[in-house]
């Protein structure tokens, strides 16, 4: 699965309200890197992912807004932030993102708990 990350002055502009708090540079920074990372691991992540919960995604590319305030899932969106902690809050989030677009399949375990 390929992840393509989006920097978007007028989504970054929304979720600050008060303008942007990285610069464009900074934030096309750390698209780069989460873009080069992706590459490298991306294929490892998905395919563990695949093995824990023997789900699969239903779209072969997803698309992450990154910006300077939060993480969510929907639209899958990464707050940059600490390299590490990027990571981390990305596959916490391509984890909701595989858990809703199996919904239908899991539901009847989902609604167990």
């Known amino acids: 699965m390929n992840i393509n990350f989006i920097f978007s002055y007028q989504y970054e502009d929304a979720l600050t309200q008060t303008g942007m708090v990285l610069t464009a540079t900074q934030c096309l920074e750390k698209k780069l890197m989460l873009e080069t990372w992706w590459k490298t691991d991306g294929g490892k992540i998905v395919n563990e992912l695949k093995s ?47 858990l809703t677009q199996n919904y239908e399949d899991i539901k009847q375990t989902w609604d167990h708990f």
């Open 52 to 98: 824990i919960t023997t789900l699969s995604f239903r779209t072969p590319e997803i698309s992450c807004y990154i910006n300077s305030q939060r993480s969510f899932s929907d639209p899958l969106s990464l707050k940059l932030e600490d390299t590490e902690e990027m990571k981390d809050n990305l596959i916490h989030e391509i984890i909701h993102v595989l």
